[in-house]
Every structure is written in C-alpha cells, then in structure tokens.
C-alpha cells in the first residue's frame, strides 16, 4: 500500500498563544489521533522534531554551507511528521481531516513517498 508523508508545518504566532495547560491538551489530542490511525493499521511512524530549529545546509561554489536555523523572524516551522498508508491521495486526505494540527493553525502539506 502507498505511503504518504505529512509534514507538518507550525504557525509560530499561533503556538506563541499557547498556555501550558492547552499544550498538555494538545498532545493530548496528538496521542489520542495517531493511537486511531495506529489501530486501523494506517500509522507507519511519527515523530515531534525539537524546537531548536536544526542546521539548514546549502552549497555554494562547492562548499557545504551550514546555518542555524530557523530564525525568530519565522513564520512558520516544520514541526514534526507523521506517515500513514493509505491507497490513495484522497483517502490520505481522508485520514488528515481530523488531525489536531489543523486545529491549531498549522498546514499539513501530504506528499506521496516514492519508494525507490
């Protein structure tokens, strides 16, 4: 069965709103959806990337260029990824409706994997 990808992007004034006891809620939420798609046999993974932002490599003229990021100025984050199995985009779409990450301002952008 296909494989999709959903890369979750983070609003950042969005999640700046967030108390401590909505963020338990939350991932709360997050627990409580990827256990359904867990049981139906549609979840292949998962994880919450940390906050620290990572390094964004580049190249120019040859060298590997390495920086922080991302930066304060963001927008938007990746804040984690799921993969679920479904036959098809529209039934990947089906499965994301009721993500909590919707709820909370951010875009899931859904990509089929190519395996290769």
């Known amino acids: 069965m296909p494989k999709f990808?959903?890369?979750?992007?983070?609003?950042?004034p969005a999640l700046q709103q967030?108390?401590?006891?909505?963020?338990q809620k939350v991932?709360?939420?997050y627990q409580a959806w990827s256990a359904k798609l867990g049981k139906a046999g549609k979840l292949a993974g998962g994880e919450k990337l940390k906050d620290e932002g990572g390094k964004h490599l580049t190249s120019a003229k040859g060298k590997l260029v390495v920086r922080d990021g991302p930066f304060a100025e963001a927008k938007e984050?990746?804040?984690?990824?799921f993969t679920?199995?479904?036959?098809?985009?529209?039934?990947?779409?089906?499965?994301?409706?009721?993500?909590p990450h919707l709820a909370l301002g951010g875009r899931i952008e859904l990509r089929e994997i190519d395996p290769m």
């Open 27 to 29: 991932i709360a939420d």
């Open 84 to 99: 679920i199995e479904a036959p098809d985009y529209d039934a990947a779409t089906a499965l994301c409706a009721d993500c």
């Open 77 to 81: 984050v990746i804040g984690g990824y």
């Open 18 to 23: 967030i108390s401590p006891a909505q963020m």
């Open 5 to 12: 990808m959903l890369i979750l992007h983070d609003s950042m």
